[in-house]
């Protein structure tokens, strides 16, 4: 596609004010802890925002809408169960990275399991981090060649590129202001999208509803592949086949395991106190149901007009001949005029560059603070860990662009595989591990590494099970379900077999808190 002059210059000043930004903000930087907490005197609404922002990828600007077009809405259950994964964030979790001891959640695991286990848990979340990154620099490296017609390649680099500038030089604070704006582009340009959509369906808003829910597009049901049609989704308990009961199980651990990692506790850590943290969740629980419901509205709106404006894309879409993922794209380049094309566009990179930024910065204190600062630099000054935090981001950011560019010369499939590897390691017991320790008194790095070891045979078992090299057991979405449960019930039952020491867990459980005032 050939943009017109204002789409060009919309998404020009986009990457200018971004770059910009981060630039202006990197002035500031004089220690590593400034680099990496941006002062640790951000508003809970800023932090609140910045979370929206790091939650919502390109990934799911496509892929909602991509999802509601083809099918109805049952994948927003798992959603439903994000306002409890809020409050247990903000009333049990966060106590824990607000006594001013810590400041990563791989120093919590330190703390209560020992080295060994923070170590591991900071090892999982790095390549985790890197593959996420890699995976969204390509997909919003696809979507941005589809629509403006450069090589894949150059899409990397300028995608990755820019965002990797301004999150090396600005650190966190850029980070979060950089954040908050891209999410109130990407929010209006979900807004410009459906509002578009509603405006060319003859009948307006009430014809779309009627026709979707006649259609049973609103409902929780489920494509069936043989048949073509929307099947209705059972209500209870099941390993082999998707429910509504499971689906908001699977949601909810989820969502847990994403509160327990790094992006968050920094997140807390930064904000200017106790109170603004747990203002910053509920931001981000009453903001993200109404995000994602527009997305998966704006597929099933897509649904609507393509039936008062056949076209051969959306036909070949709902055949099964071209994949879902095309159609927000497509909506873009063929109906959207022009200047609300640049917004749009930017808006998606709005989506990547958000939760990339987010990715690197809270990957690079991991890699200072958990790894070389714990046990290979101790007690070097702040310039010298500022220094490393800049080198460790520049790391990332390359292995990140390096990975996406692996993505489009090797086979299509190498992304779902490697994903599917990735969950599966991911999966491996880390929540369990801080749900295991928070929520006991019992357990050391022995018990735990047991759980892990148990937990990664489980993992093992479903990566062979999906490519049908084992028998299949159970539903592979289930799999992070299971291995958490496997997790904290081995590790538990190890803790009796392997007694731990006689130690203080001072803030390390809910039941051993002080009660000393949150910071």
């Known amino acids: 596609?050939?943009?017109?002059?204002?789409?060009?210059?919309?998404?020009?000043?986009?990457?200018?004010?971004t770059l910009a930004l981060g630039l202006w903000i990197s002035r500031r930087n004089r220690d590593s802890e400034r680099y990496f907490l941006g002062g640790r005197n951000f508003p809970g609404w800023i932090i609140g925002i910045s979370f929206i922002g790091a939650m919502i990828s390109s990934v799911t600007?496509?892929?909602l809408p991509a999802d509601s077009f083809k099918t109805a809405w049952l994948r927003f259950l798992p959603n439903l169960a994000f306002p409890v994964v809020v409050l247990i964030s903000a009333y049990v979790f966060i106590p824990f990275f607000r006594?001013?001891?810590?400041?990563?959640?791989?120093?919590?695991?330190?703390?209560?399991?020992?080295?060994?286990?923070s170590a591991y848990g900071a090892a999982v979340f790095l390549v985790a981090q890197i593959v996420r990154t890699a995976t969204i620099v390509y997909l919003v490296a696809v979507l941005m060649s589809a629509m403006i017609g450069l090589?894949?390649?150059?899409?990397?680099?300028?995608?990755?590129?820019v965002t990797a500038i301004y999150t090396i030089k600005g650190g966190f604070e850029a980070v979060i202001w950089t954040d908050v704006i891209q999410t109130l582009i990407l929010v209006t340009g979900s807004v410009v999208i459906l509002s578009l959509i509603i405006y060319n369906i003859p009948g307006g808003l009430g014809q779309l509803i009627t026709e979707a829910s006649a259609s049973g597009k609103l409902s929780l049901r489920d494509l069936n592949p043989a048949t073509g049609l929307l099947d209705p989704t059972g209500a209870g308990f099941s390993l082999s086949e998707k429910t509504a009961t499971m689906l908001i199980l699977v949601g909810f651990t989820q969502y847990l395991a994403g509160k327990l990692n790094q992006e968050s506790v920094q997140r807390w850590c930064s904000s200017r106190s106790a109170r603004e943290a747990r203002k910053s969740m509920l931001v981000l629980g009453l903001a993200s149901l109404p995000i994602w419901a527009i997305f998966m509205f704006i597929g099933t709106g897509l649904w609507v007009y393509y039936r008062h404006f056949p076209d051969p894309v959306a036909a070949e879409i709902l055949a099964g001949?071209?994949?879902?993922?095309?159609?927000?794209?497509?909506f873009i380049v063929t109906v959207m005029p022009v200047g609300l094309v640049g917004l749009v566009i930017s808006s998606a990179l709005a989506a990547a560059m958000s939760a990339l930024s987010s990715a690197i910065n809270s990957a690079s204190m991991v890699m200072v603070n958990d790894i070389y600062r714990a046990?290979?630099?101790?007690?070097?000054?702040?310039?010298?860990?500022?220094?490393?935090?800049?080198?460790?981001?520049?790391?990332v950011s390359l292995v990140m662009i390096a990975g996406a560019y692996l993505f489009h010369i090797s086979d299509a499939k190498t992304l779902t595989d490697l994903n599917i590897v990735v969950t599966a390691i991911v999966g491996g017991g880390i929540s369990g591990a801080f749900l295991l320790g928070m929520l006991t008194r019992r357990g050391d790095a022995r018990a735990v590494l047991t759980g892990i070891a148990v937990t990664l045979a489980?993992?093992?078992?479903?990566?062979?099970?999906?490519?049908?090299?084992?028998?299949?057991?159970?539903?592979?979405?289930?799999?992070?379900?299971?291995?958490?449960?496997?997790?904290?019930v081995v590790g538990y039952a190890a803790a009796w077999i392997f007694p731990a020491r006689s130690r203080d867990l001072t803030n390390l459980t809910v039941w051993d808190q002080s009660g000393t005032p949150l910071k």
């Open 375 to 395: 046990h290979m630099a101790k007690g070097r000054g702040e310039s010298h860990y500022l220094r490393a935090g800049r080198l460790a981001s520049l790391l």
């Open 151 to 161: 090589g894949i390649p150059q899409c990397i680099l300028i995608a990755g590129g």
């Open 458 to 488: 489980f993992s093992l078992y479903a990566l062979l099970m999906q490519f049908n090299i084992l028998p299949r057991a159970f539903d592979p979405y289930y799999t992070s379900i299971l291995g958490n449960i496997i997790m904290i």
């Open 99 to 117: 006594r001013g001891t810590v400041t990563s959640a791989y120093q919590y695991l330190a703390l209560r399991f020992g080295p060994s286990i």
């Open 1 to 17: 596609m050939n943009l017109a002059a204002a789409d060009i210059a919309v998404i020009l000043a986009y990457f200018a004010g």
């Open 321 to 330: 001949t071209q994949k879902a993922e095309l159609i927000l794209p497509h």
């Open 61 to 63: 600007f496509i892929a």
